[in-house]
C-alpha cells in the first residue's frame, strides 16, 4: 500500500508539474531602438544626474530594466553604431572610423534579422555620418538619410560630422511611419544627433541651460524620446514595443583635456546608458555586470523571438535578455574591449586600446594606465605601478584580443584595420593617416600631445567652416597650416586641395590630391578631382590616367566611369568611350546622362537600333530633359519613322518651347 500511495503521488506530482510548466515569455510586435549621440550616464536622472530634467528615461528606466554600467567599443559614431547592429566588435567589422568604406555585405545586421522574421523595418538617421553609404541602411524597407546639404555641396559632405538632421524631424519622420504601420510588426531605428557638437538647444532649452548647452541638448532630446513613447500610446501600441534606448559614446566635456569625443579611452566618453522596456521585461530591474554595445543584438533578437541571422563571424556580444526579465541567475562579468584609433590615423601618434573586467579597466598606451572604476570612478589615480600583477592580468588579456585582431579574415575589415606594430600600412582602412613631422612625435602618447590636438583639430575644423563658405584663401590658409605642423592625414591633403580648387591654383591642387589618394585609395571623389585639375591644367593625358586609376581602385563607382567615357569621346576613342559607359551603366544604371552619351556615339556609328534604345533609357528616366527627347526623335527621323520623330520633336518644344532646332526638324517633316 505504502509503495502504491507513492506511485499515486509521484503522478499527482508530476500532473501538478505539467500544469504548471513555465509559459513562454511574452514576445513584442513592434521593437523600437533609439540611439542617441554623444549622450554621457550621469546626465540622467537614472543614472545619478540631478541637474538636467530627464523624466522621460527615467521613466524608460523606471518601468523597464537598466544596465547600471554600459560601454562602448569606440568613442566615435559610425564604428559604435555598426558595433550595436552586428553584435561585433570593430575589429570584427572593419568599420574602424567615421571616414571608411561600406560595412561588409556579408556582415549580418540587426534591421537584416528582423526583416527576415518578418518585420516591416525603417531606420532614420540624423547624422551624415550613417548614411546608407556606411552599409547600415541594409535590412530596412525605409531608410531616412537625406540630407539638405545645398545646391552647391560638394561629394566631400559626408565626412563633415557637423552636417545633422534635427531631432525632432527625425521623430516626426519616425511617428509617421509607426502610424502606417501600427497594425504589423515592425521594427524602427531612430538615431538623434542633438547632443552632439555644436551644442545649440532650441528654446527654452536654450535659455534654461545656458550656461551648459549640452544639457540642454541633453534635455531637448529626452522630450523628443517622450514624444515618441507617447505617440506610442496614441497608436495602442506601447505596451506591445520593445523599447531599446542607448548611445554610441560620451563626451568629455574637458575632462582629462578632452572636449568632445573620440581621442581619449575614459569614461567621460566609453560610458553610455542602456534601457531596455517591453513585454517580458521586469520593471525595475537592474543588470549587474557591465553591459557592452555588442550585447545589444544578441539580446534584441532574444527577447523578441527572431532567430539570429547565419554568419560566418563569431558573435562578439552575449545576450542579457535573462537578466533584463528578472532573473535570479547572476551573469559573470564578460572583458569590454575599447580603441581609440584617432590619434594615429589623423595624427600620427600612438593608438590606444582599454580592456575593462568589471570595476577594473587597464589602457594600453606608451605609459599605460590602470584604474578602479569603483573607488576612482573620475579615473584620476593610475594604479598600474600600485597593482602591477593586476594591470600585467588585463595587459595580458588585451594582448591575446589583440592577436585575434590580427588573425581575423581580410574581408572583415572593409572600413580598416590598425594593429599597433603595423599602423602605417593600414591596408584594409585603405590609407595611413597622420605620419608626423620627426621621429619624437611619431607614437607619441596621446597624453602628451592633448593640447597639440586641440589646437589642430579647431584648426581642421576652422578651415573646413570656411571651405564651406566658399572663403577659399582663409581655408587654404587653415590647411597649410596643418602641414606646417606635421600633420599628413587625407582630411588635410583632400580639403587643402579643394581650397586650392577654389583658388583656380590646378597644379598645387592636383599634388593635393596625389597625396590624399594613397591616405584614403577608396574615395573616388578624389580621383575625380584630380582629373579635373589636370582638365584645367589643360593635360587630358593625365586626366585620364587618373580617371583610370580610380576605376581600379573603386571599380563599384559608376561616376569614375562615366567621367572616363565623356574624356575618351572628347579624345576622339569611341571605343573605349563606349566601353566605359557600359561599365557606368553596368554600376548604375539610374543616370539618364550616361545613356544619352551612349546613345549619341552609337549613332554616329550607324547603330540607329542600339541608339534608339539608349535615348529611350534616357528619356524614361529623365523625361523633362529636351535634348534626350530630341536626340530621340533625330535617330527615329534617321530609321525613317516620320511619325514617331515628330511625336518627339512636339514633345521637346512643350518641354522648351524655344528649342529651335527641333521646330526647324517638325517643320521639315510636314
Not at 585639375?533 to 587630358?540: E, G, H, M, V
Request: net charge negative; charged share 25%.
Amino acid at each position: 500500500m505504502r509503495a502504491e500511495a507513492a506511485l499515486v503521488a509521484a503522478a499527482c506530482c508530476a500532473g501538478a508539474c505539467a500544469a504548471r510548466a513555465p509559459e513562454p515569455p511574452p514576445r513584442p510586435e513592434h521593437v523600437l531602438v533609439v540611439t542617441i549621440d554623444t549622450l554621457r550616464a550621469d546626465r540622467l536622472g537614472c543614472y545619478g544626474g540631478v541637474e538636467i530634467a530627464t523624466p522621460n528615461m527615467d521613466r524608460l528606466a523606471r518601468e523597464g530594466a537598466m544596465a547600471i554600467e554600459a560601454t562602448v567599443p569606440a568613442p566615435i559614431t559610425r564604428p559604435s553604431h555598426v558595433s550595436i547592429f552586428t553584435g561585433l566588435d570593430p575589429a570584427q567589422h572593419g568599420i574602424r572610423d567615421n571616414i571608411s568604406r561600406a560595412l561588409a555585405p556579408d556582415v549580418p545586421t540587426l534591421a537584416q534579422a528582423f526583416k527576415a522574421a518578418g518585420f516591416a523595418t525603417a531606420g532614420f538617421v540624423s547624422s551624415i555620418v550613417l548614411s546608407a553609404q556606411s552599409g547600415l541602411g541594409r535590412g530596412f524597407d525605409d531608410f531616412s538619410d537625406a540630407f539638405d546639404l545645398g545646391s552647391d555641396a560638394r561629394d566631400e559632405g559626408r565626412f563633415l560630422d557637423i552636417l545633422e538632421k534635427r531631432g525632432d524631424v527625425a521623430v516626426g519622420d519616425a511617428i509617421a511611419w509607426l502610424e502606417r504601420h501600427a497594425q504589423t510588426r515592425s521594427f524602427a531605428w531612430v538615431h538623434l544627433y542633438d547632443p552632439h557638437a555644436p551644442y545649440e538647444p532650441p528654446e527654452p532649452y536654450a535659455s534654461r541651460y545656458a550656461a551648459r548647452p549640452y544639457d540642454g541638448e541633453v534635455a531637448w532630446t529626452d522630450e523628443l524620446v517622450g514624444r515618441l513613447d507617447e505617440a506610442l500610446a496614441r497608436l495602442g501600441i506601447r505596451d506591445r514595443t520593445l523599447v531599446a534606448l542607448t548611445s554610441d559614446h560620451g563626451e568629455a566635456l574637458g575632462e582629462h583635456g578632452e572636449l568632445v569625443h573620440g581621442y581619449f579611452l575614459y569614461q567621460a566618453t566609453l560610458r553610455v546608458p542602456l534601457l531596455l522596456r517591453g513585454p517580458g521585461i521586469k520593471a525595475g530591474a537592474r543588470i549587474p555586470v557591465v553591459a557592452r554595445s555588442i550585447d545589444l543584438f544578441p539580446t534584441l533578437v532574444d527577447l523578441a523571438g527572431v532567430p539570429a541571422p547565419k554568419s560566418a563571424y563569431a558573435p562578439a556580444g552575449r545576450s542579457l535578455a535573462a537578466a533584463a526579465r528578472g532573473a535570479a541567475s547572476p551573469l559573470d562579468e564578460a572583458p569590454a574591449f575599447a580603441e581609440s584609433l584617432t590619434p594615429r590615423l589623423h595624427y600620427g601618434w600612438s593608438d590606444l586600446r582599454s580592456v575593462r573586467d568589471g570595476r577594473w579597466k587597464f589602457i594600453r598606451a606608451p605609459r599605460p594606465e590602470l584604474y578602479d572604476l569603483a573607488r576612482d570612478p573620475g579615473e584620476r589615480r593610475n594604479l598600474v605601478d600600485e597593482e602591477p600583477a593586476r594591470a600585467r592580468a588585463l595587459g595580458a588579456a588585451l594582448d591575446r584580443h589583440l592577436r585575434e585582431e590580427e588573425r581575423a579574415p581580410e574581408r572583415t575589415a572593409q572600413g580598416g584595420d590598425a594593429p599597433a606594430e603595423l599602423v602605417e600600412k593600414l591596408s584594409a582602412l585603405g590609407y595611413a593617416s597622420g605620419s608626423a613631422p620627426d621621429r619624437e612625435s611619431a607614437g607619441a602618447d596621446p597624453k602628451d600631445k592633448i593640447d597639440e590636438y586641440k589646437v589642430l583639430n579647431a584648426v581642421l575644423h576652422e578651415g573646413l567652416t570656411r571651405l564651406r563658405d566658399n572663403d577659399f584663401p582663409g581655408a587654404a590658409s587653415r590647411f597649410r597650416t596643418l602641414a606646417s605642423r606635421g600633420i599628413d592625414s587625407f582630411e588635410s591633403h583632400y580639403y587643402y586641395g579643394q581650397a586650392l580648387v577654389g583658388l583656380r591654383r590646378w597644379r598645387a591642387a592636383a599634388g593635393e590630391f596625389e597625396r590624399a589618394i594613397p591616405r584614403l585609395p577608396g574615395f573616388a571623389a578624389s580621383y575625380l578631382m584630380l582629373a579635373e585639375c589636370d582638365l584645367a591644367a589643360k593635360d587630358r593625358t593625365a586626366a585620364i590616367d587618373a580617371l583610370r586609376r580610380g576605376v581600379k581602385a573603386v571599380p563599384s563607382d559608376a561616376r569614375l566611369h562615366r567621367r572616363l567615357g565623356d574624356l575618351y569621346r572628347g579624345a576622339g576613342d569611341l571605343p573605349q568611350a563606349l566601353a566605359a559607359f557600359r561599365d557606368a551603366i553596368a554600376r548604375d544604371p539610374s543616370e539618364a546622362s550616361q545613356w544619352n552619351s551612349m546613345g549619341m556615339m552609337l549613332g554616329a556609328g550607324g547603330e540607329l537600333s542600339e541608339a534608339e534604345r539608349a535615348f529611350r533609357e534616357a528619356v524614361q528616366r529623365d523625361p523633362r530633359e529636351p535634348r534626350y527627347t530630341f536626340n530621340l526623335a533625330l535617330t527615329l527621323e534617321r530609321e525613317h519613322r516620320a511619325a514617331d520623330a515628330a511625336a518627339y520633336f512636339r514633345k521637346t518644344l512643350e518641354i522648351d518651347p524655344r528649342f529651335t532646332a527641333a521646330r526647324e526638324r517638325l517643320e521639315r517633316l510636314k
